[in-house]
């Protein structure tokens, strides 16, 4: 698999509920960010994890590292309809950010 | 909140054609990067630049493409004869320095060479 593999590729749930996102990466690196994108739309930044730290909070986002199985986790709490958009995981190492194919969250209101 | 701005949002040009996607950065923010995302594929960088000049750039980023600062704030990707291919969305994005930032893309140029 190549760097930055999110898991699932597709999340369907209800209103109210948690949603977990995962990735995995191959290389070493300075940090480890997650966008989010709406349909057709630009890539907004969520949030930015260094690779000396474990876990991050922003909101209703929580983002762990573990960076000696090279994966990282994206928990939404108490989803919203609007937060329907594909969530990237993106490993910033030598060059510029390499980003994964997404997982695509679907929240049924 | 700062935003990178990108024009056109859409263009259409007929393969072996010039175009020229714009991007106007974010002041002080002094890294610029284009990247592009083809229909339902990843989002895949494509090149940077800082201080005038390419800094990094991908197999993808072949003699077709070049980048340019003409005036010293835009920042443009000029793909000098098109392909089939290079249909795609193009964002630009910017980061006040090297390690440890969030980027600020764009919203992008959708690109359809016909």
């Known amino acids: 698999s190549q760097q930055g593999e999110e898991d699932p590729q597709a999340l369907s749930i209800q209103e109210g509920e948690n949603a977990t996102m995962n990735c995995s990466y191959k290389?070493?690196?300075?940090?480890l960010q997650w966008y989010r994108q709406n349909s057709g739309r630009g890539l907004v930044h969520l949030i930015l994890i260094r690779s000396n730290e474990r876990e991050k909070h922003s909101g209703r986002l929580r983002v762990t590292l573990d960076t000696s199985k090279k994966s990282s986790s994206l928990l939404i709490t108490a989803s919203r309809a609007a937060d329907t958009a594909s969530y990237f995981c993106a490993t910033d190492a030598e060059r510029a950010l390499t980003f994964g194919s997404g997982t695509r969250l679907q929240v049924q209101p | 909140e700062p935003e990178v701005t990108q024009t056109p949002s859409h263009q259409v040009t007929q393969m072996g054609q010039e175009v020229i996607l714009r991007c106007v950065p974010i002041s002080n923010h002094l890294y610029f990067y284009w990247y592009r995302q083809i229909l339902g594929q990843k989002v895949e960088f494509l090149v940077s630049?800082?201080?005038?000049?390419?800094?990094?750039k991908s197999e993808i980023f072949d003699d077709q493409f070049s980048v340019e600062r003409p005036d010293g704030s835009n920042f443009t990707l000029k793909i000098r004869s098109t392909k089939l291919e290079d249909s795609a969305m193009y964002f630009c994005?910017?980061?006040?320095?090297?390690?440890?930032?969030?980027?600020?893309f764009g919203s992008g140029t959708r690109l359809t060479v016909v």
């Open positions: 630049f800082y201080n005038n000049e390419i800094s990094e």
């Open positions: 994005a910017n980061t006040p320095g090297m390690e440890n930032y969030g980027y600020t």
């Open positions: 290389t070493s690196i300075n940090n």
